[in-house]
């Protein structure tokens, strides 16, 4: 044999050894429950996060408290005996359920210090009466979803390496190790090769999606607060709809929106919070000022119905960070949209025309 045959022959040995642990390996499937075990650590709650983090705000190093994104108090107001139901994902039955959840935990994140929580003076009056009070709700409403974000990312990064962990270790057992002595003697470590698996993809695309939703929010926050310093509007711009009702939904939203209507489209990144305060609900948009034109002109069209129905499609498209009164959803929520949030997977949903 000469030189090249005998290469020849080795990585065809090679070759045919790959493709077999390839075939051996994806013929492993994890259980339902080793992934929902991995995926999911039993007591994680997203609407009430507790972490050792800093504060939000630039520069400061002091750890964050547990903060509210909506006033506890303004919160006690318009609840249902301290309560008010959220959507949770149920694991057991892969499905949204409404739960309830008590003020003192609703929407809470490690957000600022005890310093600057004070910097949120609305929420004493219970009251936005200046375009500064207007500003720290809308970096509140931003800080909440870059914290929300990057935790659910730590998480979901911890799990998918478990995941694939727990892949790795069952292929070696189930193929009794047969690849494993003869990578060894190439040294060649296992961890080392990557087969392609089409949830592993799926994944690594979820959290390729999700660092684009922090970086945004980063982004964001960085313009917010330089307004607050500032005290104008230079790179964000807020639209104030109010409706002279106290509605009791408290919903927050960052990342794109589309809003459409006859030959206009907004779709870009933004801001969305509903709030109720005390004779009003305000919902409260705000993107870059160079969007703001297109956007103020399309919320301008918006009639008090056509916002009842907007604040409907949120809930369900567009944020699941969001909170309700228990009499007010089963009294004032149409049958549909009861139906839609009580019989989904995950939300938000896809708009169906999308
Ligand atoms: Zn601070």
Redesign the pocket.
Known sequence: MSKEEIVNDASMFLNSMFDEAHKDYNSIELSESDIKGLIYSSKMNFHSFSENRK?S?KF?R?KAVNSHLFQESILKKNSQNGHYIYPSADLNKRQIKLEKIGVNKALTFPG??I??ENMFEYEKKEQLNYEHELRTLVYKAICYNHVYWDIIYKYSEDSITALVDKKHKQFEKSTNNKYKNLLDSLGIEIKKLHFSDPRHKNLKQHLKERKIIINDSLIFKKLAWKDIESNKNENLKSYVIELDTIIPIFFSYFGNLTIKNDDLTFDDKACLIIHPFKESTKLIFTTTTNNHVILKNLLNRLTPELTWNFILSSLVYISDNWLINEEFYNKYIPVGVKELLESAVSLPLTPPNK
């Open positions: 504060c705000v400061c002091k600022f210090c310093t600057h």
